[in-house]
């Protein structure tokens, strides 16, 4: 699996730099995506780290933006647009999240007479 890093907005020093130091994973994740103002909508996730993720986003959105993140198994995450580009946007989150609960599986059903 891929291994990069993704730095929340406060590790971008003042002059442009920044200081990656969480690992991500590439994956495929859907989540809802709302900024404020408009509808809800469902985003693919290309890679998710503690500090923020990269999703699909095919409108135009300005850096800075506050967005609401809601992954399954984490639950709704604040962040704000650190990039976007190309149909794609970088969102760096408020708080840390635990990336690996975004993987864990949904819940399995019981098969019957087990």
Same mark, same amino acid.
């Given at each position: 699996?891929?291994?990069?890093?993704? $730095?929340?907005?406060?590790?971008?020093?003042?002059?442009?730099?920044?200081?990656?130091?969480?690992?991500?994973?590439?994956?495929?994740?859907? &989540?809802?995506?709302?900024?404020?103002?408009?509808?809800?909508?469902?985003?693919?996730?290309?890679?998710?780290?503690?500090?923020?993720?990269? &999703?699909?986003?095919?409108?135009?959105? $300005?850096?800075?933006?506050?967005?609401?993140?809601?992954?399954?198994?984490?639950?709704?995450?604040?962040?704000?647009?650190?990039?976007?580009?190309?149909?794609?946007?970088?969102?760096?989150?408020?708080?840390?999240?635990?990336?690996?609960?975004?993987?864990?599986?949904?819940?399995?059903?019981?098969?019957?007479?087990?």
């Amino acid at each position: 699996m891929d291994r990069y890093s993704f $730095e929340p907005l406060s590790l971008v020093s003042d002059d442009g730099s920044t200081q990656r130091n969480n690992s991500r994973d590439s994956l495929f994740l859907a &989540a809802k995506l709302t900024v404020t103002g408009l509808p809800a909508e469902q985003v693919r996730v290309r890679n998710l780290s503690a500090g923020g993720l990269m &999703a699909e986003y095919p409108s135009p959105i $300005e850096p800075g933006t506050t967005v609401l993140v809601d992954l399954r198994g984490i639950g709704e995450i604040r962040g704000r647009i650190a990039w976007a580009t190309d149909g794609r946007i970088g969102i760096a989150f408020e708080t840390p999240i635990d990336p690996l609960r975004a993987r864990k599986p949904v819940g399995m059903r019981q098969q019957p007479g087990r």
